[in-house]
């Protein structure tokens, strides 16, 4: 039985929400399904998910804390774990009870039921336009049933937890009549239904003295796609789920709140404290968002979610989806049709970060390039970025198959094998051996190849076949950018320009290392000469498929482009397409890709 029924110690109260974590945990796959509010994008039970895993991480590391000191913890942890609307909001009401339960070395009742009334408006003060129907509704029907019980002289938190859960239950019922959308699609609100999870699962650790559910994470379900019509709400008007820390001495909110008013955005969430605020707005231009924002403190744990793609994945149907990272490049056409999701590499640049091909465009990254005191560099993206996304396709798909850059060049694959290996054998990791356009054109056959139905298992072998015969190959006009990144001596830079030499490397085959295969001349043939050196070794009877990526330099890559096509009859050759960061932070501004790969797999 549980110790939980008058005034309640640290430990019962550690253990209590950690039963109820555990809860929404387990059931984020169905959440995924019934999201619909305030975009269909399917990721609610990810995102709280996401939110209460680390909340619950460091709940545990408290093994003999107070009650007032637990909900200090939590309070803290979900401000810097809080994803999405539903997480942001969440955050501000545990942030609430934090702060209002601070000190206290027990939890009474009267204590819990003036915490979570407090709790309950700051959560409603944190969104820029609360909605009835939402998790606010059932936020304000468990508070209020708590404060009447003390009104009413029950002094028995069991008792009084009991009933508040019952009228959190009605009022979840009672969401598709407050939301059209919901009454539409025939379900209740997702974040509203994930914090009653919350609840029922609390309820269970008082009335058992522990979670009737396995505090074990259950994999996702592998149903494909939602359980809602994909016309149950119109594609969001704003592309970008994004988000981030903002810390200063002493935040100003309503400052905040009219700066980010002009951006013209959505779903404006600001949970936390005068020190550190968690933001969430929808917009078209994440950039912008963080600007704003840098003008108030320091901007931090930047992201955004692309909503519209979100919103294609979880209503496509299919066994297995591809992951990429942001240094693959490939049409923009090829990221709308076929079943793709980018996780962004990290652009650092001084004390400013960005994240690649979000908040920072070709155009701005070649501007910095050539323009800023510092040196301009890439990182990998943290394992949680992984972790998160692996979590919410899993709640829609059977698999996922990660296609990383070439591990010999970077550490991003090790940070997707790091998050994927708490999924099992439903995520698959490949390394690409390849950048950029190499990396690109394996994703493009993936991702055909999922979309074909083929398991993830399959196109994992075919791809490790495939990635020992596509290559990248580039020529670097001039050095300054790898010198000053550390990837050339510096007595290279001097020597190739006195004598007009052009270096070309390459990367794949195999080993993903990069080698200098030649030079050759400045001049106005040079882009031929570059053509004619990587076909040599080129079997023209076979048919391929190529890409050309450009360092800020169209001309030079139009040239390159066209010289591939004269030389290679029946190459199939994307448009001209920007290179990313993966090559231009290295190989710098002017300089030239070429990826080539066999069509088929043989």
């Given at each position: 039985m549980s110790k939980i029924h008058g005034d309640t110690d640290g430990p019962a109260v550690k253990r209590a929400l950690i039963a109820g974590m555990g809860r929404?945990?387990?059931?984020?796959d169905l959440l995924n399904r019934i999201n619909v509010f305030p975009v269909p994008d399917g990721d609610t039970g990810?995102?709280?998910?996401?939110?209460?895993?680390?909340?619950?991480?460091?709940?545990?590391?408290?093994?003999?804390?107070?009650?007032?000191?637990?909900?200090?913890?939590?309070?803290?942890?979900?401000?810097?774990?809080?994803?999405?609307?539903?997480?942001?909001?969440?955050?501000?009401?545990?942030?609430?009870?934090?702060?209002?339960?601070?000190?206290?070395?027990?939890?009474?009742?009267?204590?819990?039921?003036?915490?979570?009334?407090?709790?309950?408006?700051?959560?409603?003060?944190?969104?820029?336009?609360?909605?009835?129907?939402?998790m606010l509704s059932v936020i304000s029907a468990f508070s209020t049933s708590l404060r009447e019980a003390c009104d009413h002289g029950v002094e028995d938190l069991r008792q009084a937890f009991a009933q508040a859960l019952f009228a959190s239950r009605e009022a979840l019922a009672n969401t598709p009549n407050q939301l059209a959308v919901l009454r539409k699609a025939g379900v209740v609100d997702a974040g509203a239904q994930g914090f009653l999870h919350l609840l029922e699962g609390i309820n269970e650790f008082i009335v058992h003295g522990k979670s009737v559910a396995s505090e074990v994470d259950r994999p996702g379900s592998g149903e494909a796609g939602v359980v809602v019509a994909a016309d149950a709400h119109a594609e969001s008007a704003e592309r970008w789920c994004t988000e981030c820390?903002?810390?200063?001495?002493?935040?100003?909110?309503?400052?905040?709140?009219?700066?980010?008013?002009?951006?013209?955005?959505?779903?404006?969430v600001m949970a936390g404290t005068r020190e550190k605020l968690r933001v969430h707005m929808h917009v078209n231009e994440p950039t912008l968002l963080f600007e704003v924002l840098s003008e108030f403190g320091e901007v931090r744990a930047r992201k955004a979610d692309d909503m519209h793609a979100?919103?294609?994945?979880?209503?496509t149907l299919g066994k297995s989806v591809v992951v990429i990272d942001s240094a693959a490049d490939l049409p923009a056409e090829a990221l709308e049709s076929l079943p793709?999701?980018?996780?962004?590499?990290?652009?650092?640049?001084?004390?400013?970060?960005?994240?690649?091909?979000?908040?920072?465009?070709?155009d701005a990254f070649y501007d910095l390039l050539r323009t800023s005191e510092h040196v301009v560099r890439t990182s990998q993206p943290p394992a949680g970025d992984f972790r998160r996304l692996f979590g919410f396709l899993l709640s829609h798909h059977e698999e996922v198959l990660y296609l990383g850059v070439s591990r010999a060049v970077s550490g991003t694959l090790q940070a997707g094998e790091s998050a994927a290996a708490g999924y099992g054998p439903r995520v698959h990791v490949v390394d690409s051996a390849n950048v950029s356009g190499g990396h690109g054109l394996l994703a493009l056959y993936a991702a055909e190849r999922a979309l074909a139905g083929v398991a993830a298992r399959v196109i994992a072998l075919e791809l490790e076949t495939l990635r020992e015969q596509t290559a990248t190959f580039a020529?670097?006009?001039?050095?300054?950018?790898?010198?000053?990144?550390?990837?050339?001596?510096?007595?290279?830079?001097?020597?190739?320009?006195?004598?007009?030499?052009?270096?070309?490397?390459?990367?794949?085959?195999?080993?993903?290392?990069?080698?200098?295969?030649?030079?050759?001349?400045?001049?106005?043939?040079?882009?031929?000469?570059?053509?004619?050196?990587?076909?040599?070794?080129?079997?023209?009877?076979?048919?391929?498929?190529?890409?050309?990526?450009?360092?800020?330099?169209?001309?030079?890559?139009?040239?390159?482009?066209d010289a591939l096509l004269e030389q290679l009859p029946g190459v199939e050759c994307a448009p001209l397409l920007d290179a990313g960061s993966a090559i231009g932070a290295h190989a710098g501004p002017g300089a030239i890709a070429l990826s080539l790969m066999p069509k088929d797999a043989g």
């Open positions: 929404v945990i387990s059931e984020r990810s995102n709280l998910g996401f939110t209460l895993s680390s909340v619950r991480d460091a709940l545990r590391d408290m093994p003999r804390a107070s009650a007032g000191a637990v909900f200090e913890r939590m309070a803290s942890e979900a401000i810097d774990a809080a994803r999405g609307n539903s997480g942001a909001i969440l955050a501000q009401f545990l942030q609430g009870l934090g702060e209002s339960l601070a000190g206290h070395r027990r939890l009474a009742l009267s204590q819990l039921a003036s915490a979570a009334a407090f709790s309950s408006e700051q959560a409603r003060q944190a969104i820029a336009e609360p909605r009835e129907g939402t820390v903002l810390s200063a001495s002493d935040i100003d909110r309503a400052a905040v709140r009219s700066a980010l008013d002009t951006l013209g955005g959505s779903s404006l979100q919103q294609r994945t979880a209503h793709i999701q980018v996780v962004p590499v990290r652009i650092t640049v001084g004390a400013e970060d960005y994240l690649d091909k979000v908040s920072l465009s070709p020529f670097l006009t001039d050095l300054s950018s790898a010198v000053r990144g550390g990837r050339v001596p510096a007595w290279a830079l001097p020597i190739t320009r006195w004598l007009g030499l052009v270096p070309i490397v390459r990367i794949g085959g195999g080993d993903g290392k990069l080698h200098v295969t030649g030079v050759t001349l400045h001049g106005k043939r040079l882009a031929e000469r570059f053509v004619r050196r990587v076909l040599s070794k080129t079997d023209r009877n076979r048919r391929w498929r190529a890409q050309v990526m450009h360092c800020d330099n169209p001309e030079q890559g139009r040239r390159v482009r």
